[in-house]
Structure formats: C-alpha cells, structure tokens
C-alpha cells in the first residue's frame, strides 16, 4: 500500500543514428545518449481519483495492455506525473513517460521488472528508444531489439541548445532511408569506429564518431545552429558534437567536465545564436 513510483531516464538525442541491414533493406539503428533528467510516475493507492489520469495518451495505452497482458485489474488509487524532459525535441520524452507508468506499474503489483514485456507493449504504441535499458545499446528503433549492449563505462558532460520546432519521426522515415542508401559507406564506417570506441572504453573516439554521425545527420535533417558549433569545437575544447537527428538538440561533449569559466564562454556563445545554453550529464561513465 502507500506510494509506488517508477522512474524512467531520457536523451540527450543520439551518439548514432543510421542504417543497419537485417534483412533485404537497411533499419534504422540507434545509439541512443541517456542523459541525468527522468520523467516519473506515481501512483497512490486508496486515493479517489480527480478526473482522468493525467497521463498521456500513449502511457494510458501501455498501462492498459499492461493489463490485459496479466489479467489484473487496478485497485483504487489516484495516477500522478511529472517530468523533466522537453516533449517534441529528441529527449525520447514519449518512451520515457511509457517506460516509467510500465515500472510503476510492476511495484503495484509486486512483479519482477521485465524488460521483455517493456519492449513487447512498446512495439504496440510507437517506435522507441533503448531508455528501459541501464547501459548503451545498439537498438533497431522500429523492430524494438537489441542488438548489442555497450556497457556503462562511456559518460561526458555537456553543453546544449534546443533550437524551436520538433521533427515528426515516422513523417520523416523515407527521406532517411533514401539518404542512408546513398551514404551507406559513410554510415558503415561510422558505426565500425563507434562501436570500437565503445569496446575500447574510449570517449574520445565514442566523440569522434558521434560527431561524424551528426555531420551526416546535416545532410538530411539540418539544424540551423550546428555549422556554427561544429566549426568552434575545438576553440572550445570540446571532444565532440552531438545531435538529436530526429529533433532539435545540438551541443558539445565533454570526456571531463568543462570548467566555470569555460561554461561562461559556452553560455555567452549560444547565446550570441540566440539560444540559452543548459549542461548536463550523458551517459553512465
């Protein structure tokens, strides 16, 4: 009885995002970059509800299968949100929100937290992100598998702006795969050094090729602010640049974390682009 609460991690955007062939045409694939801002659920048991639950559409959905799935039926009680993650801009908001209803809904029932019954309900809503996991993944977005596991070893500090509108994902999904079918090379070369970079638990190289995952990303999907960042990296010292290709986040990584004034000249810098700058810290490291 009392309070249970589940607690899901969002993005910051992706360290990847690109095609992966498992089968006759190419997947989209992620790497997605788990970053210290959650989106939380509660639920307070014998406590009469005030009007419908203020969750989301998709998190009502998930709740419901949630349901179905076990034969239960929820006791008496009043849903409660919060979130610290921006909806529409590439925190993987939506997944975030679905992923933590799914944990509370595991303490209500006093049932061991089982990832495979995440990812089976998330296939039925949307295409998602690996945010149910607690390291890095190569993930096929649309097919809801992993295909790697890339630890917790990698982490870096960041300084990021959030340019206006928000990109419609499965709006977008054709005009990505045109452009993964003509830059497939680039692509494959990419995720080779990611993917060694994260076998070597090397930032560095992890920053490297996030980078080059983004100036592809430019091609496609440009964010109006990342010429700019990408040409003042290394006055600023930053191991890399980041994006969320399918939304509109840009900012630096940082293997150490960037001192004050070194923050003051980031700050006034996005600034100048005519955007406030936020820190945070990404990844497990």
């Not at 009885?1 to 589940?6: L, Q």
């Not at 649309?142 to 070893?153: E, F, I, N």
């Not at 497939?184 to 560095?204: H, M």
């Amino acid at each position: 009885m009392g309070t249970a609460s589940g607690v899901c991690q969002g993005t910051l955007g992706e360290l990847y995002q690109g095609p992966l062939r498992h089968g006759p045409e190419p997947d989209i694939a992620l790497v997605s970059f788990p970053v210290d801002h959650h989106s939380w659920v509660h639920f307070t048991h014998g406590v009469d509800p005030q009007g419908p639950p203020p969750l989301g559409e998709k998190s009502v959905a998930a709740v419901r299968l949630f349901l179905e799935r076990f034969a239960l039926e929820l006791p008496p009680g009043r849903w409660s949100a919060h979130s610290d993650l921006r909806v529409g801009v590439g925190m993987a908001s939506s997944t975030a929100d679905i992923v933590a209803a799914l944990r509370c809904l595991f303490h209500i029932f006093s049932l061991p937290y089982d990832a495979d019954v995440v990812t089976g309900i998330l296939s039925s809503i949307e295409r998602a992100d690996s945010v149910f996991l607690e390291e890095f993944a190569l993930y096929l977005s649309a097919r809801h598998r992993v295909v790697r596991r890339l630890g917790t070893a990698i982490g870096f500090h960041t300084a990021y702006i959030t340019e206006p509108g928000t990109v419609d994902t499965a709006a977008v999904t054709p005009l990505l795969l045109r452009h993964y079918r003509r830059r497939a090379q680039e692509y494959e070369r990419c995720l080779t050094d990611l993917l060694k970079g994260f076998s070597a638990s090397d930032p560095a190289a992890v920053a490297r090729a996030a980078t080059a995952s983004a100036v592809l990303s430019q091609e496609v999907l440009p964010k109006r602010t990342f010429e700019a960042a990408f040409a003042h990296r290394e006055q600023f010292g930053a191991d890399g640049v980041f994006v969320a290709h399918t939304g509109s986040l840009v900012g630096y990584l940082f293997a150490h974390r960037p001192a004050l004034g070194l923050k003051d000249e980031l700050s006034a810098f996005f600034h100048s682009l005519g955007h406030q700058c936020s820190f945070a810290q990404g990844g497990y490291g």
